[in-house]
């Protein structure tokens, strides 16, 4: 397989928020997809409301991200995008996969060796070396991490808290996406593999859902070989056509929402699923439906 492979399948993408405010709040969104070799945006519309005062900026992981002044009363934030990606699963460029070694590693990515708030690694350096470190160095090891999570952590939805870690996760042994995507990265860093956490949109192409609510997936990367390959505990299984919207050291710089104040969201819909090329364009309705696509047929544009 290519390593720059066709960009044949569109993915819509977005979601609808809805917040009430009794007086201003400063906000941070983080809704927009990255740039990346395996992704275009092909059409893309951001609302943040009306008017509100607003600041685009990159912070320094590479992700755009908008802080703007919420006003008191409701206030609707959008993002709707038709996104080009490969119809092919995760890993597909999978060839050299040894660790580039620390000394020849780049240096802004020593900051993905290192323990963050929610990666705890030097808690557990003496758990990862004693369960994974005999495992061959690379894909294999990092594959031995995700089926140990994905076998002993139980996927609780509305379980998630803003004050576990990966230490704290693995103890308690149930958690959410952006739990299994912490504990990934914890292990790996403290197998001195550069780690980065990861947000975006996982549409179920090519993979029969149960019907869980839609929203935004965690799921993490690891750099090898000179590259970074998508790693996702929490199913396990290679998906096809992820959308990456941001990553950094762990959830707190990928949040897609960052608040300032008392705010309450009253409205939360997220969106991502495959269209056929040329039938739909950003602002036309959103057909949930579609969601559950689950279909084997790839719509390859």
């Not at 969106?271 to 084997?296: H, N």
Request: aromatic share 10%; with cysteine.
């Amino acid at each position: 397989m290519p390593v720059n492979p066709q960009l044949d399948l569109v993915v819509r993408v977005g979601c609808r928020l809805r917040y009430q405010a009794a007086a201003e709040v400063t906000v941070m969104m983080n809704l927009k997809p990255r740039m990346d070799p395996f992704q275009v945006v092909q059409q893309e519309k951001l609302s943040l409301g009306e008017r509100l005062p607003c600041e685009e900026f990159e912070d320094a992981h590479g992700n755009i991200l908008y802080r703007l002044t919420l006003q008191p009363g409701f206030n609707e934030i959008s993002h709707d995008a038709l996104v080009l990606v490969p119809s092919v699963a995760d890993n597909f460029h999978h060839g050299n996969d040894q660790p580039v070694a620390l000394g020849e590693l780049p240096v802004h990515l020593l900051r993905y060796t290192l323990p963050s708030r929610y990666c705890d690694s030097d808690k557990l350096l003496n758990f990862a070396w004693e369960k994974f470190g005999h495992v061959p160095r690379g894909h294999l090891q990092v594959k031995a991490v995700c089926d140990w999570i994905h076998s002993n952590i139980e996927y609780r939805f509305g379980s998630g808290r803003s004050d576990t870690s990966a230490s704290d996760i693995i103890a308690q042994g149930f958690g959410v996406c952006r739990d299994f995507a912490h504990c990934g990265v914890a292990l790996c860093r403290a197998l001195n593999l550069p780690t980065r956490y990861v947000t975006g949109h996982l549409p179920d192409i090519g993979y029969v859902d149960p019907g869980s609510p839609m929203d935004f997936h965690g799921y993490f990367e690891v750099y090898l070989g000179g590259r970074w390959f998508a790693y996702d505990p929490r199913y396990n299984v290679p998906r096809i056509g992820r959308v990456k919207v941001a990553c950094g050291a762990d959830a707190v710089d990928c949040a897609f929402a960052t608040i300032y104040g008392p705010l309450a969201l009253s409205y939360f819909e997220v969106w991502a699923y495959q269209v056929a090329p040329g039938t739909v364009s950003v602002g036309d309705p959103i057909d949930l439906s579609k969601r559950l696509d689950g279909a084997i047929e790839l719509r390859r544009a």
